[in-house]
Structure formats: structure tokens, C-alpha cells
């Protein structure tokens, strides 16, 4: 029977004695992953190994696995076999939630939201984080919203809002499940930008169901549906769309 090993930089007192074996441009490596939940299979037999760089457009059916694939290499679930290791330190990972797992009737204000993002980074001074602070609120377009609670935004803020959360630190991991959702035509072109700008410093994951420009800004595309297979078609959802 295969033993259940996990390694994570967020819990690293768990490590047991055990050596991360994974060579330096390595970011994220799955070896043997599967989940199951109620009985029910989520994820089978992933193996896969990110690199340093890496720009990877992960697409799939509805309950096909993405979201808990994101989930397990961030920490926030455990698989129930296999061996996850994250070459990346906690405060150098930014993450973009789904928006219905935020309770938007939380009293915090969009200028809060975003600078949380800079809670696990140390050493910066107090200028420097209200200055990140304000350029990310510029660079999200949300200056006039600031001080507005959460409660007050329509989603596509909110997305926005959760987006400079995530961009805030300046990751070296980016992970971002589906960041276009509830986003107008304007700030969707917007993202992409972004994303054009932050890719050559950064290793992003981007879950999305809007394959058209995310697949000629990625390198990878992966399809998750219970397991994980590698796509090179221009369009991606299903692996009978691939080559």
C-alpha cells in the first residue's frame, strides 16, 4: 500500500526527516496524487511537475478536479495518496480565490483586502506597504472604491479587489482560479496586461473556462477532468480536443 506523504512549506515541522528531492527549477512537483471525498473520485493518479517560469492555462469540465487540484498544492486540502512538493515559500505565493468562497458581507474595505496580501511578508517598512498598496488599488482600477466596504462592490470589484490581493507581494507563484469571472470587457483586456507584465518574473497557474487569449499567452495547457493530461490544441476543454 502506498504511503501518504505530503510536503508543504506551510507546514514544515511535518516534514518528518524527509528530503525535498526535486531539482532547483522545480517549482510545484505531484507524484501519484489522487483525491477522493464521500467516496467519490476527484483526482486520480496525477503526476506533474511545474517549472520556474512556467505559464500554465488549466481548463476542464465542471467538477472535473480544478479547483481542489489548486487547492492541494496551495495546502488547503491534503490528498488522500500521494507526494506534493512546493519549492516556493509561503509569503512568496499569491492566490486568487473563487469569489463565492468569500463572504462579502465581512466589514473590511477594499484597501484592507489588498493589503492583506502583505501579511506574511516581513521587513517592509510602513511607507513601503502603503505605497504597494496604493499602486496595486491603481493597477486594479478600483482608486475611487478604496475605502468602500466589500459589501458595497458589485462582483466584478470584488474580483478586482481579490485580484490585487493576490499580485500585491510581488509572488513568485501566482495561482488564479478563474480570474476573468464576473469581469467586464474592459478590465478583462485589462488582466490580460497585467498578466503580460507579471509572467517573465513570475510561475503563474490560471484556471479558466475562456481558453481564447489565456492559450497564446501560456506555454502549458493542462485539462483536468479526474486526472490531468497536457494539451498543444489552440483550444482547450476536453482531450478529445487534443493532439
Known sequence: MRSNSYIHPLQPSDLGGVRLNVSRDVVISLSHVSMRRDFRRILTDVNLEIHKGDFVAITGPNGGGKTTLLRIILGLLKPTSGTVTVNTPPHAIGYL??????????PISVREVVESGLLNVKDLSRDERRRRTEETIAQIELQSHSDHPIG?????QLQRALLGRAIISHPQLLILDEPLSYLDKHFEAH?????ASIAPHCTILLVSHEMSTISTMANRHLIVDTKVSECCANHHYLRTECD
Do not use: E, V
Request: hydrophobic share 30%; net charge positive.
Open 97 to 106: 480565490p473563487q469569489k463565492n468562497t468569500i463572504d462579502s458581507h465581512f
Open 152 to 156: 458595497r462592490l458589485s462582483g466584478g
Open 191 to 195: 488582466i490580460y496586461k497585467l498578466m
